[in-house]
């Protein structure tokens, strides 16, 4: 170093050592500058994923976290199972974003069932979340002190919940094992014991179809209304004169009942046993609900089995096109497993996903052109990754500044 040329006593050495040190500071102070920005998006993200404000300790964590690692990595942490903070995600947002599911008055404060769980056993394991409405699963506790589940009764779940349990400990088995049906019957949440209470109870099984409609590729009838589809299998319940006059049938009732009538076939064997408080299954017998009230319209459609058909793939209003359906499948099938399949398969429940979750996430409805085409990305990549997790960890990413 004695050789070195100085300039005002200081040696290129110290000089390039003082350079280094005003550089980091520099740096740390643009992250410091920009910490407000990401420790309000960290406490945002938090708030509405998990419903509760962060500790300071963990605010700085997840404000570190989504400098290093970004806005949807910082989600997907929030949300990660494995971790403490993770619980009133599955606990309290999960459980309040399935209950309206699972009635048809869509209330939020329907108690835990096996409908909600199942949901959420889904999403903290991040299955492929199309599951939920054709596998053979149902999502149970774990805590050996309550009543085991009955497919006659709530108390597991209404006791899970009581004793507030964290809902991270659900256990996936094979619903099969647990209400009777053989495994080819089962269809994820359309044949849970909720599901069967809500949509399969009285009537003559259409607000199944209509319910699960909703629920999951985020149409009503309404929105599949297409009064150029075949007649022929609306059942014999249903006038083609309402109040005297055909063209009421013709000009509206036919656009949803050709759609509805040909899918909700695949629930002929099932009914919801208010006596029993259970499901009920009968295998190649159709159920007399849907033979009731024959003399309505005595040419009309006539039961014989669980057949279904998609009378939307035709070319139509909710063709291939509109509604996503999955080339791969033949469109029509027997039995409901067959039928949930062909919903969840659709491009119309992977965009429902992520319209639900950003509405649930951010509180509102995607309002922007940006908005729509991001939400619209993150359906477009559920197609392929099949994960609602990962929807979440997007959707909260994308509404974290707002």
């Not at 920009?34 to 708030?47: L, V």
């Not at 910082?74 to 949300?79: E, G, K, L, R």
């Not at 939020?108 to 889904?122: M, R, S």
């Amino acid at each position: 170093m004695s050789n070195m040329k100085r300039s005002n006593g200081i040696s290129p050495l110290a000089k390039a050592a003082a350079l280094g040190v005003a550089l980091a500071t520099l740096a740390l102070g643009q992250q410091a500058s920009a910490g407000p920005t990401e420790r309000a998006q960290a406490r945002r993200m938090y708030d509405r994923l998990t419903g509760t404000p962060p500790d300071e300790g963990l605010l700085t964590l997840l404000e570190n976290k989504i400098v290093s690692d970004g806005l949807e990595e910082t989600a997907w942490f929030i949300i990660n199972p494995a971790q403490d903070h993770s619980k009133n995600f599955y606990t309290v947002t999960l459980k309040n974003f399935a209950a309206p599911w699972t009635n048809r008055d869509q209330s939020i404060f329907a108690p835990l069932n096996d409908y909600t769980a199942t949901v959420i056993g889904l999403i903290k394991d991040d299955a492929d979340f199309r599951q939920v409405l054709f596998d053979d699963v149902v999502y149970v506790g774990t805590d050996t002190s309550i009543p085991a589940y009955s497919p006659t009764s709530n108390e597991h779940y209404a006791k899970l919940e009581s004793n507030s349990v964290d809902l991270r400990t659900l256990r996936r088995t094979m619903q099969s094992s647990l209400n009777g049906l053989p495994s080819e019957a089962t269809a994820g949440v359309i044949t849970s014991r909720a599901g069967a209470e809500a949509f399969f109870l009285d009537g003559t099984n259409r607000a199944m179809f209509r319910f699960t409609l909703l629920n999951h590729l985020c149409r009503d009838l309404e929105q599949v209304h297409d009064t150029t589809r075949p007649t022929d299998r609306i059942r014999q319940d249903v006038t083609r004169s309402p109040g005297g006059d055909s063209s009421v049938f013709n000009n509206n009732c036919v656009g949803c009942h050709s759609v509805m009538d040909s899918m909700a076939q695949a629930f002929a064997f099932y009914d919801f046993d208010e006596t029993a408080k259970r499901l009920v299954y009968t295998p190649e017998q159709v159920q007399p609900k849907y033979l009731i009230n024959a003399d309505n319209f005595r040419p009309g459609f006539v039961t014989p089995n669980d057949a279904w058909d998609n009378r939307m793939r035709l070319d139509g209003r909710n063709d291939v096109r509109v509604l996503g359906w999955d080339p791969s499948l033949p469109g029509s099938g027997k039995g409901a497993k067959s039928l949930g399949r062909e919903l969840a398969y659709s491009g119309a429940f992977a965009q429902c996903q992520a319209e639900k979750a950003f509405r649930k996430v951010c509180f509102r409805s995607p309002t922007t052109v940006a908005e729509y085409n991001r939400v619209k990305a993150i359906g477009d990549e559920f197609k392929s990754g099949h994960s609602m997790r990962r929807v979440f960890a997007q959707v909260a990413a994308e509404c974290a500044g707002n």
